[in-house]
Protein backbone atom coordinates (compact mmCIF):
# COMPACT_ATOMS: atom_id res chain seq x y z
CA UNK A 1 0.00 0.00 0.00
CA UNK A 2 1.10 3.41 -1.16
CA UNK A 3 2.22 5.79 1.55
CA UNK A 4 -0.22 8.77 1.73
CA UNK A 5 0.98 11.97 0.69
CA UNK A 6 1.27 14.97 3.58
CA UNK A 7 0.81 18.78 3.27
CA UNK A 8 4.56 20.48 3.95
CA UNK A 9 3.29 23.97 4.50
CA UNK A 10 1.09 26.73 3.56
CA UNK A 11 2.70 29.16 0.89
CA UNK A 12 0.35 31.73 0.77
CA UNK A 13 -3.20 33.29 0.29
CA UNK A 14 -4.94 35.22 -2.34
CA UNK A 15 -6.06 38.54 -1.59
CA UNK A 16 -7.63 40.00 -5.31
CA UNK A 17 -7.68 43.78 -4.26
CA UNK A 18 -8.19 47.29 -6.78
CA UNK A 19 -5.41 50.03 -5.35
CA UNK A 20 -2.29 47.24 -5.51
CA UNK A 21 -0.12 50.59 -4.65
CA UNK A 22 -1.82 50.65 -1.63
CA UNK A 23 -2.21 47.91 -0.34
CA UNK A 24 1.12 46.63 -1.00
CA UNK A 25 1.95 49.88 1.34
CA UNK A 26 0.18 48.64 4.10
CA UNK A 27 1.37 45.17 4.33
CA UNK A 28 5.20 46.65 3.80
CA UNK A 29 4.23 49.39 6.95
CA UNK A 30 3.53 46.37 8.92
CA UNK A 31 6.84 44.63 8.23
CA UNK A 32 6.27 41.98 5.35
CA UNK A 33 8.82 42.17 2.46
CA UNK A 34 7.69 42.67 -1.51
CA UNK A 35 8.92 39.18 -2.50
CA UNK A 36 8.46 40.09 -6.24
CA UNK A 37 5.81 41.61 -8.73
CA UNK A 38 4.75 40.32 -12.00
CA UNK A 39 2.51 40.86 -14.76
CA UNK A 40 0.48 37.69 -16.09
CA UNK A 41 -1.84 37.23 -18.57
CA UNK A 42 -2.70 34.41 -21.47
CA UNK A 43 -4.57 31.56 -22.38
CA UNK A 44 -2.51 29.08 -19.41
CA UNK A 45 -2.99 31.36 -16.77
CA UNK A 46 -7.02 31.69 -17.39
CA UNK A 47 -7.11 27.78 -17.46
CA UNK A 48 -5.20 27.84 -14.15
CA UNK A 49 -8.01 30.15 -12.24
CA UNK A 50 -11.31 29.33 -14.73
CA UNK A 51 -10.95 32.57 -16.33
CA UNK A 52 -10.71 34.11 -19.96
CA UNK A 53 -9.04 36.65 -21.08
CA UNK A 54 -6.96 37.31 -17.74
CA UNK A 55 -4.84 39.76 -17.36
CA UNK A 56 -3.27 40.70 -13.65
CA UNK A 57 -0.76 42.59 -11.58
CA UNK A 58 0.87 39.84 -8.95
CA UNK A 59 2.75 41.45 -5.53
CA UNK A 60 3.69 39.14 -3.53
CA UNK A 61 3.86 39.69 -0.03
CA UNK A 62 6.47 38.20 2.59
CA UNK A 63 6.59 37.72 6.45
CA UNK A 64 10.80 38.41 7.41
CA UNK A 65 11.26 34.76 8.13
CA UNK A 66 10.04 33.63 4.98
CA UNK A 67 7.09 31.80 6.21
CA UNK A 68 4.09 33.15 5.22
CA UNK A 69 3.16 34.85 2.33
CA UNK A 70 0.37 36.95 0.98
CA UNK A 71 -0.32 37.53 -2.83
CA UNK A 72 -2.04 40.38 -4.46
CA UNK A 73 -3.54 40.15 -7.51
CA UNK A 74 -4.93 43.34 -9.06
CA UNK A 75 -7.18 41.90 -12.09
CA UNK A 76 -6.66 44.32 -15.21
CA UNK A 77 -9.16 41.86 -17.48
CA UNK A 78 -11.60 40.46 -16.58
CA UNK A 79 -12.71 43.24 -14.38
CA UNK A 80 -12.92 42.96 -11.01
CA UNK A 81 -16.25 41.69 -8.94
CA UNK A 82 -16.72 43.42 -5.86
CA UNK A 83 -18.78 40.98 -3.20
CA UNK A 84 -20.27 42.68 -0.79
CA UNK A 85 -19.84 46.46 1.45
CA UNK A 86 -15.74 46.88 2.09
CA UNK A 87 -16.29 47.48 5.71
CA UNK A 88 -17.93 44.07 5.82
CA UNK A 89 -17.52 42.63 9.94
CA UNK A 90 -15.50 39.98 10.89
CA UNK A 91 -18.43 38.06 11.14
CA UNK A 92 -19.03 37.46 7.27
CA UNK A 93 -18.98 34.71 5.63
CA UNK A 94 -15.79 33.50 3.73
CA UNK A 95 -12.14 34.46 4.67
CA UNK A 96 -12.38 37.41 6.97
CA UNK A 97 -8.65 38.06 8.15
CA UNK A 98 -4.91 36.81 8.58
CA UNK A 99 -3.18 36.79 11.73
CA UNK A 100 0.48 38.16 12.52
CA UNK A 101 2.63 38.06 14.83
CA UNK A 102 4.14 40.72 16.28
CA UNK A 103 7.44 41.61 19.23
CA UNK A 104 5.25 44.82 20.15
CA UNK A 105 1.70 45.33 19.04
CA UNK A 106 1.60 48.61 20.89
CA UNK A 107 4.11 50.35 18.38
CA UNK A 108 2.53 48.52 15.30
CA UNK A 109 -0.98 49.82 16.70
CA UNK A 110 0.19 53.12 17.00
CA UNK A 111 2.01 53.42 13.02
CA UNK A 112 -0.14 51.42 12.28
CA UNK A 113 -3.33 54.03 12.81
CA UNK A 114 -0.75 56.55 12.03
CA UNK A 115 -1.15 55.59 8.33
CA UNK A 116 -5.06 55.54 8.27
CA UNK A 117 -5.72 52.45 9.53
CA UNK A 118 -8.82 51.84 11.60
CA UNK A 119 -8.41 49.81 15.35
CA UNK A 120 -11.80 47.76 15.72
CA UNK A 121 -10.55 46.17 18.62
CA UNK A 122 -8.04 45.12 21.01
CA UNK A 123 -7.84 42.88 24.25
CA UNK A 124 -5.25 40.46 26.25
CA UNK A 125 -5.77 37.19 26.81
CA UNK A 126 -4.57 35.79 30.25
CA UNK A 127 -1.23 36.40 30.47
CA UNK A 128 -0.48 34.55 27.49
CA UNK A 129 -0.83 37.22 24.47
CA UNK A 130 -2.48 40.22 23.30
CA UNK A 131 -4.45 40.44 20.35
CA UNK A 132 -5.12 43.66 17.97
CA UNK A 133 -7.56 43.69 14.94
CA UNK A 134 -7.47 46.61 12.65
CA UNK A 135 -9.01 47.36 8.69
CA UNK A 136 -6.79 48.42 6.30
CA UNK A 137 -7.31 49.65 2.93
CA UNK A 138 -10.06 48.22 0.89
CA UNK A 139 -11.47 46.69 4.04
CA UNK A 140 -8.76 44.18 4.49
CA UNK A 141 -8.90 43.21 8.19
CA UNK A 142 -5.44 42.04 9.85
CA UNK A 143 -5.13 40.34 13.18
CA UNK A 144 -2.33 41.31 15.48
CA UNK A 145 -0.98 38.88 18.11
CA UNK A 146 1.83 39.45 20.41
CA UNK A 147 3.36 36.66 22.67
CA UNK A 148 3.62 37.78 26.28
CA UNK A 149 6.35 36.42 28.73
CA UNK A 150 8.62 35.44 25.67
Same mark, same amino acid.
Given at each position: ?5 ? %? %? ?21 ? !? ?60 ? %? !? ?9 ? #? ?24 ? %??? #?? !? ?14
Amino acid at each position: MAAKSK %L %LRMDNVLLVVDDLESVKAFFIEL !GMELEGEATVEGPLVGRLIGLTDVRATLAMMRTPDGHGGIELDKFHTPNPIRFGPIDAPVNT %L !GFRRVMLVVDD #IDEVVARMRAHGSEIIGEMQFEDTNR %LAY #IR !GPEGIIVGLSEQLGT
